[in-house]
Structure formats: structure tokens, C-alpha cells
Nanobody, 122 residues
């Protein structure tokens, strides 16, 4: 069992930056592939980024490529999402997710956090 807690969300102006963190419980964090998803009001949850257990494979949605960077520190049981050049359309609740399976872009992850709100004003 893994528990995930996101932090770092908030209100930022367009063009600004935020760094989201996701702290995981458990000793086997390094065995999990990690993902970030988001859900805007009235929209379906969508993939943002994912990273394999060792960090060797990374994926980004086209909408965030070049602006967002995912990373992980297995020693700290934490995965990060650095978000730069934020746009109003990035406004959403951002969720961290973990899976024992291979890293992927589908939302079939095993464990989910509660989410953190990111609001980008124009």
C-alpha cells in the first residue's frame, strides 16, 4: 500500500512557475512508476507526465512538453513536477499517482493522491 500526498499548488499569474511535490509513504517507492494527471472543472482527467521507477523513461503530454519537468528523488520518496511558463489552461487539480506496473500515460495507476489545486490567472 502506498499513500501519496501532493503539495505546492496555488495561485500564480500566467507566465509564472510552480513546483508540485508528491510525498509517498512506504519503503518501496523506488519500485513504482509515478505519474501526474490533472482535471479541470467540467473536463475529464488527463495525463500530464510520468516517470519510470529509475527515472530512465519520461513522458509528457504535448500540451506541457517544454514547459513542465518531472523528476524523482527515491531517497526522499518524492516525485516533483516543475511547471514553468504557466498558462490559464493549466488551471486544474493536479493528482499524483503510482503504479507497480510499467510507466504509462493511461490513468490505470494503482494509487492516487488527493490532489492539489493549481490556478493560473491571466
Amino acid at each position: 500500500q502506498v499513500q501519496l500526498v501532493e503539495s505546492g499548488g496555488g495561485l500564480v499569474q500566467a507566465g509564472g512557475s510552480l513546483r508540485l511535490s508528491c510525498a509517498a509513504s512506504g519503503r518501496t517507492f523506488s519500485s513504482y512508476a509515478m505519474g501526474w494527471f490533472r482535471q479541470a472543472p467540467g473536463k475529464a482527467r488527463e495525463f500530464v507526465s510520468a516517470i519510470s521507477w529509475g527515472g530512465g523513461r519520461i513522458y509528457y503530454a504535448d500540451s506541457v512538453k517544454g514547459r513542465f519537468t518531472i523528476s524523482r528523488e527515491n531517497a526522499k520518496n518524492t516525485v516533483y513536477l516543475q511547471m514553468n511558463s504557466l498558462k490559464p489552461e493549466d488551471t486544474a487539480v493536479y493528482y499524483c499517482a503510482a503504479t507497480v506496473g510499467p510507466v504509462g500515460v493511461r490513468d490505470s495507476y494503482d494509487y492516487w493522491g488527493q490532489g492539489t489545486q493549481v490556478t493560473v490567472s491571466s
